[in-house]
């Protein structure tokens, strides 16, 4: 049974249980009131021939109040019989009135009045009076059973225009479901990146916007994960690559077990060995970000000097800033107190932040590396900068520069060595976040970056 359907059933049927006891409850009320109504009618019986007896005793006129009590019992049909006994000076006479012959005797209620002369109290008449409460009980029933009648008819026609109702009501409701399932359908036969449009302000709103983000995200993944596929691909061809054709020229460089060209032969032992830290530095930072994900990023924590480590990762890009034309530089402070860190792990921080930096400024430019302390919740931090002034980022790629894979237009345009899998920032968030601080980036198009990230003094 879909969704719809069993909103319309569940609505209709509660629609009908809630009518049906207001229905149940309102005939108990009226049945109420028509037995109190059918009593109140008994006593306006009695009454009735209490004044008519009153009225003939006065006028001295017995047909008076016989001819009133055959009147009464045309007019009340729940009158049976009346019962007339006349005494006068030790003298009495009977008349009877109706019959109850066609009331059964266990319905049948005797009244008995005793009405006595103003004039003579001598004269009185004792009147013996039955009202059948059958014929009040059988009116009551048949009242009881139109009102049941018209309620039935309304019934019907409330529940047909209840259904009709929570048809309509499940069908607004779980149109939107039946939409995201079509365009779930489209996700799983690999068309990512669709969306729904549905507007409204309520649950059903907020999930077509959360299955958006989520097929958006997922248009972003399968992009991300095919740029990661190719630069894979590039970092593991490109180096291999090249290993094998310096081993082919080193080979042809061979006369009998030794290099014919020593020097030669040195400049491709060299570049095969910058292939293999290439490839080393690659498959290092794939263990890194899977380590990551696993939750076991380990950091050893203890009193270190971040200047030193500033200078090392200064000197080991020295050669590489002046093949580009950079100028690369630390402006830290030689004075400033220890901070708690794990020396390679920042080594690790920096050589990533201060390699982008040079990738990415072009001839002429400047790096360097900065730092200034602050407080905070009682607490020293060291923030430490790498600031250039290349070519900068566009405010779209500042918002996915942590995430696994992505990369900009900068990266996309090339600018300058190797493209990168993109993981490198990714591993210096986590590594920074490990030591307890914070990492950020400010950039602008044409004026340059600065990226940043703390770290506790001691």
């Known amino acids: 049974m879909t969704i719809r359907s069993k909103l319309t059933l569940s609505v209709t049927l509660l629609f009908a249980a809630a009518l049906g006891t207001l229905g149940l409850v309102f ?14 009618d008994a006593r306006i019986i ?11 005793l006065v ?34 006479r009977t008349h009877r009135i109706g019959t109850s012959a066609g009331a059964a005797p266990s319905t049948v209620m005797e009244h ?8 003579s109290p001598d004269r009185q008449v004792q009147l013996d009076i039955g009202i059948d409460q059958g014929y009040f009980h059988d009116e009551v029933d048949k009242q009881i059973g139109r009102i049941g009648r018209d309620l039935a008819r309304l019934f019907g026609i409330a529940l047909i225009a209840a259904a009709l109702f929570s048809d309509w009501f499940a069908r607004k409701l ?43 995200r997922l248009e972003e993944l399968d992009m991300m994960k095919k740029d990661f596929v190719s630069a894979v691909t590039h970092e593991l061809r490109s180096p291999l690559g090249a290993i094998e054709s310096f081993l082919a020229l080193m080979q042809g460089k061979m006369v009998g077990g030794r290099p014919t060209d020593p020097v030669q032969f040195q400049t491709y032992f060299d570049r095969i060995r910058a292939n293999v830290t290439r490839l080393t530095g690659f498959i290092n930072d794939l263990l890194d970000v899977a380590k990551i994900e696993r939750g076991k990023m380990e950091c050893s924590l203890r009193p270190m000097r971040i200047q030193e480590v500033a200078s ?16 690369l530089l630390t402006r830290l402070d030689a004075n400033l107190s220890p901070v708690s860190g794990d020396p390679e792990r920042l080594r690790q921080v920096l050589v990533n932040l201060v390699s982008n930096s040079i990738k990415f400024t072009p001839q002429g430019g400047s790096v360097w590396i900065s730092g200034e302390q602050y407080r905070e919740a009682g607490a020293r931090f060291l923030e430490v900068s790498v600031v250039d002034n290349g070519r900068g980022m566009e405010p779209d790629d500042l918002k996915k520069l942590f995430e696994k894979f992505a990369q900009g237009k900068n990266a996309e345009a090339r600018i300058s060595g190797p493209r990168g899998t993109g ?21 602008q198009p044409g004026k340059g970056t600065q990226f940043q990230f703390s770290v506790k003094m001691t």
């Open 46 to 56: 009695a009454s009735t021939v209490d004044r008519a007896a009153r009225d003939a």
């Open 312 to 327: 090392e990762v200064v000197q080991f890009f020295e050669a590489k800033a002046k093949e580009q034309g950079v100028t």
């Open 27 to 40: 005939v108990r009320l009226e049945r109420v009131q028509l037995e109190k109504q059918a009593e109140e």
């Open 112 to 119: 008995t009045l005793r009405v006595k002369d103003p004039t």
């Open 59 to 92: 006028q001295r006129d017995d047909l008076l109040l016989l001819s009133y009590v055959k009147f009464l019992q045309k007019q009340f049909p729940a009158l049976s019989y009346v019962e007339v006994s006349w005494m006068d000076a030790g003298r009495a």
């Open 423 to 443: 993981l490198g920032l990714v591993i210096v968030k986590s590594i920074v976040e490990a030591h307890g601080g914070k990492v950020g980036v400010k950039s």
């Open 174 to 216: 779980t149109r939107p479901l039946a939409a995201l399932s079509e365009v779930a359908g489209e996700i799983g036969r690999g068309k990512l990146g669709v969306r729904l449009e549905w507007k409204s302000n309520d649950e059903v709103g907020a999930l077509v916007e959360g299955f958006n983000r989520m097929s958006q």
